[in-house]
C-alpha cells in the first residue's frame, strides 16, 4: 500500500470517528434540553438558546479535525 | 413561504448548471472531486449568468524578501463588496433616525439586531465597560453575517469560505482583545496576568503556556468560521456532484432535495457562525475586562 491510499483510508476512518464523537456529544446536548424543558416549560426558551450555542461550540470542535481530514484526503 | 422555497430551488438548480457547464466543458469521462473545489476556491474569474468576467493578473510586487501578489480575485472582490454594503446600510440607516426616534421597515429590523447585541452579548459578558467596543463588535456581525450570506445567493462566492479571510478577521479581533484587556487593567496588570499568578520559580514554563493560550483563542474562531462556511458548500456541491458521478439525472430528485435541505442549514449556519464569532470575541474581551473586578467587588 503507498502513501496515497493510506491517506485516503486514514481519512475516511478518522471521519467516522470525528461524526461518532460529535453527535454523542451534542446527542447528551438534546437529552438534556428535552429534559430540562420537560421538567420546567417556562424555560423551554432560555434552554433551546444555550444548546444552540453550545451546539455550535462543540461543532468548532468537530471542524477542526474535519479540516485535518481533508487535508489529508487532499494529498 | 412558497415563493421562498421556489427561489430557493432556482438557486440550487442555478448552480447545479454551473457546475454542469464547467464539467462538460473539461472532461465529461472522469468526475473529479477537484472540480468541485475550484467552484468553493478562489478564483481569477467572476461567474455571470451567461458569461464570465477575468480578473486582471497584477504583477507581484517585491517587498525585499516577500512576493506579494495583489492581483485582486473573487474573495478579494466580494469582501470590499459586502463592506461597500456595509457603508451604504449603515449610512441608510443612521439617517434614518434624523426624522424619528421609532423607525418603521428595514431600519426596525436593523435596530432589532443591534439591540439584541448590545443587550445579550455586550452588556452580560463585558460590563458597563464594553459600551466603547459595541462598534467594533457591531461590525465584526454585521460583516460575516452579510459575506455568509451572498455566498449563498447564485452567482456570490463566500469569502468567509478562504482562510486567509477568517485569519484576517481573527487577527483582527486578536488585536482588539489585547487592547480591551490592556486598557481595562494596565500594562503592569496585563502582564502579571500572563504569569497565572504563580510562584515566580515557574515563570519560565507558565509564561511560554500563557502565551499560546493567547493565540488558540482567535485561531479556533478563525478555524470555526472557516470550516463551517466551506463545509456546508462542498456537500452542496457533493451532493450534486453525485449527479455526475452516476451519469443519470435519475439521481437527480433524491440529490437535489437533500441538497435544498443542506441549503436551507446552510442559512441557519450563516447566521449562527456570524452571531458565535461575536459572542466568543464579547466573551474573551470580557476576560479582560472583568480580570480588574476580582480583587473589589462591585454590587450588581
Known amino acids: 500500500m503507498d502513501a496515497k491510499a493510506i491517506a485516503y483510508l486514514a481519512a475516511g476512518f478518522g471521519s467516522a470517528l470525528i461524526i461518532l464523537g460529535a453527535s454523542y456529544g451534542i446527542g447528551k446536548l438534546a437529552a438534556a434540553t428535552m429534559e430540562a424543558s420537560g421538567r420546567q416549560p417556562e424555560v423551554a426558551p432560555q434552554v433551546r438558546f444555550t444548546m444552540i450555542i453550545s451546539a455550535a461550540l462543540i461543532e468548532g470542535v468537530t471542524f477542526f479535525a474535519l479540516v485535518i481530514c481533508m487535508t489529508l484526503a487532499s494529498k | ?300
Request: net charge negative.
Open chain 2, 1 to 300: 413561504m412558497h415563493d421562498t422555497l421556489h427561489r430557493v430551488v432556482v438557486a440550487v438548480v442555478d448552480s447545479a448548471k454551473q457546475v454542469a457547464s464547467s464539467e462538460a466543458s473539461e472532461h465529461g469521462e472522469q468526475f473529479n472531486f477537484q472540480h468541485l473545489l475550484d467552484h468553493v476556491k478562489d478564483s481569477h474569474t467572476i461567474e455571470l449568468p451567461g458569461f464570465h468576467i477575468e480578473l486582471p493578473q497584477l504583477p507581484p510586487v517585491h517587498l525585499g524578501g516577500f512576493i506579494l501578489d495583489l492581483s485582486p480575485t473573487k474573495h478579494v472582490l466580494f469582501l470590499l463588496l459586502c463592506a461597500l454594503l456595509l457603508i451604504i446600510g449603515a449610512i441608510f440607516t443612521a439617517r434614518a433616525y434624523r426624522k424619528t426616534i421609532v423607525p418603521h421597515g428595514f431600519v426596525n429590523l436593523i435596530e432589532m439586531l443591534v439591540v439584541f447585541i448590545r443587550d445579550e452579548i455586550v452588556i452580560p459578558n463585558m460590563g458597563s465597560g464594553g459600551i466603547k467596543y459595541i462598534p467594533y463588535l457591531l461590525t465584526t456581525f454585521f460583516y460575516i453575517f452579510l459575506m455568509n450570506l451572498i455566498g449563498l445567493v447564485p452567482y456570490g462566492a463566500t469569502a468567509t469560505s478562504n482562510i486567509m479571510v477568517t485569519a484576517g478577521l481573527a487577527t483582527v479581533a486578536f488585536f482588539m482583545i489585547q487592547i480591551s484587556a490592556i486598557r481595562a487593567q494596565g500594562l503592569k496588570n496585563y502582564l502579571m496576568h500572563l504569569t497565572g499568578g504563580v510562584h515566580w520559580g515557574l515563570w519560565a514554563i507558565m509564561i511560554p503556556i500563557e502565551i499560546l493560550g493567547l493565540f488558540t483563542k482567535p485561531f479556533a474562531l478563525c478555524i470555526r468560521l472557516f470550516a463551517n462556511m466551506s463545509a456546508g458548500h462542498i456537500v452542496i456541491l457533493s451532493l450534486l456532484g453525485l449527479i455526475f458521478m452516476f451519469h443519470s439525472f435519475s439521481v437527480a430528485p433524491a440529490s437535489v432535495a437533500f441538497a435544498l435541505f443542506i441549503n436551507m442549514l446552510e442559512l441557519f449556519v450563516a447566521v449562527l457562525q456570524a452571531y458565535i464569532f461575536t459572542l466568543l470575541t464579547a466573551v474573551f474581551m470580557g476576560f479582560g475586562i472583568q480580570a480588574t473586578h476580582e480583587s473589589h467587588e462591585e454590587n450588581h
